[in-house]
């Protein structure tokens, strides 16, 4: 598994597995041992998606050790402040069956609240609890505005990015402060299977139009979150190390903004 690099010295898997409305506890336990055998170290789960416990349940039986896996959390909306974040965070480390979290994110901005979660996101990376801090569906205004004020800044934005959606000023702002971006809904919640570019530029290469897709994250630098119950296409997500786009192929992609 490919890795990239935070700004605070730390990597994270290139792709990741989401889990969100994945809630039936059987469907949590055959995607998840599905993405982990196919490669998958990286899950990422939220206390809103109400999978959490479930989760914790099936890393907790995996041979795949725990430092392997690279677990992705967020705070709510109405979780946040300083003293509900740091109570949220107790909660999910329960739900998970963990001590620590690789990645805890705010999963939106709330006026008037997200700089004091972020204060509260500090200490606990402080502690040693949480590894990596960031946050999740911030705009340009709100990493601004959270920058002023923060001591640490965020590794991560996972925002919602595809080919129809490709967030350009965004993503460059997030570039220049060194913010890896994530892609929530990577294949617009499979919108792009039917695409005809992405299907012809994936007959050369014996691949998929989200294949395809996938692959021009990467490229882009993007880390993608796809989710899937399907193991077979949990598997095909993650078989994308083994071709190349070129120019021409990523140009005709961006043709799709």
Same mark, same amino acid.
């Given at each position: 598994?490919?890795?990239?690099?935070?700004?605070?010295?730390?990597?994270?898997?290139?792709?990741?597995?989401?889990?969100?409305?994945?809630?039936?506890?059987?469907?949590?336990?055959?995607?998840?041992?599905?993405?982990?055998?196919?490669?998958?170290?990286?899950?990422?789960?939220?206390?809103?998606?109400?999978?959490?416990?479930?989760?914790? /349940? +099936? &890393? #907790? $039986?995996?041979? @795949?050790?725990?430092?392997? =896996?690279?677990?992705?959390?967020?705070?709510?909306?109405?979780?946040?402040?300083?003293?509900?974040?740091?109570?949220?965070?107790?909660?999910?480390?329960?739900?998970?069956?963990?001590?620590?979290?690789?990645?805890?994110?705010?999963?939106?901005?709330?006026?008037?609240?997200?700089?004091?979660?972020?204060?509260?996101?500090?200490?606990?990376?402080?502690? /040693? +609890? &949480? #590894? $990596?801090?960031? @946050?999740?569906?911030?705009? =340009?205004?709100?990493?601004?505005?959270?920058?002023?004020?923060?001591?640490?800044?965020?590794?991560?934005?996972?925002?919602?990015?595809?080919?129809?959606?490709?967030?350009?000023?965004?993503?460059?702002?997030?570039?220049?402060?060194?913010?890896?971006?994530?892609?929530?809904?990577?294949?617009?919640?499979?919108?792009?299977?039917?695409?005809?570019?992405?299907?012809?530029?994936?007959?050369?290469?014996?691949?998929?139009?989200?294949?395809?897709?996938?692959?021009?994250?990467?490229?882009?630098?993007?880390?993608?979150?796809?989710?899937?119950?399907?193991?077979?296409?949990?598997?095909?997500?993650?078989?994308?190390?083994?071709?190349?786009?070129?120019?021409?192929?990523?140009?005709?992609?961006?043709?799709?903004?």
């Amino acid at each position: 598994m490919e890795r990239y690099n935070l700004n605070n010295g730390n990597t994270i898997p290139c792709i990741g597995f989401g889990t969100y409305k994945i809630t039936n506890p059987n469907d949590v336990e055959t995607s998840v041992v599905a993405a982990l055998e196919a490669g998958y170290r990286l899950i990422d789960t939220a206390s809103i998606y109400d999978n959490e416990a479930e989760i914790g /349940k +099936v &890393v #907790k $039986n995996q041979k @795949v050790k725990r430092e392997e =896996i690279f677990i992705t959390s967020k705070v709510w909306n109405s979780e946040q402040g300083y003293d509900n974040t740091l109570r949220a965070f107790e909660q999910s480390l329960k739900n998970l069956q963990t001590d620590y979290l690789d990645m805890y994110l705010i999963h939106w901005a709330v006026v008037d609240k997200f700089k004091e979660t972020w204060r509260a996101f500090e200490y606990l990376y402080e502690q /040693k +609890v &949480v #590894k $990596n801090i960031g @946050v999740s569906n911030f705009q =340009i205004s709100h990493l601004e505005a959270l920058m002023l004020k923060a001591n640490i800044p965020p590794v991560v934005n996972q925002i919602e990015l595809h080919p129809y959606f490709s967030q350009k000023e965004l993503r460059e702002f997030c570039k220049k402060h060194d913010i890896l971006v994530e892609s929530w809904s990577p294949i617009a919640k499979s919108g792009v299977t039917n695409e005809e570019i992405l299907i012809k530029i994936g007959e050369k290469y014996n691949k998929s139009a989200v294949q395809v897709t996938l692959r021009w994250h990467i490229q882009n630098g993007l880390l993608p979150i796809p989710k899937s119950v399907n193991p077979e296409r949990i598997r095909q997500s993650i078989d994308i190390f083994d071709f190349q786009l070129d120019e021409d192929d990523m140009t005709y992609i961006d043709y799709l903004d």
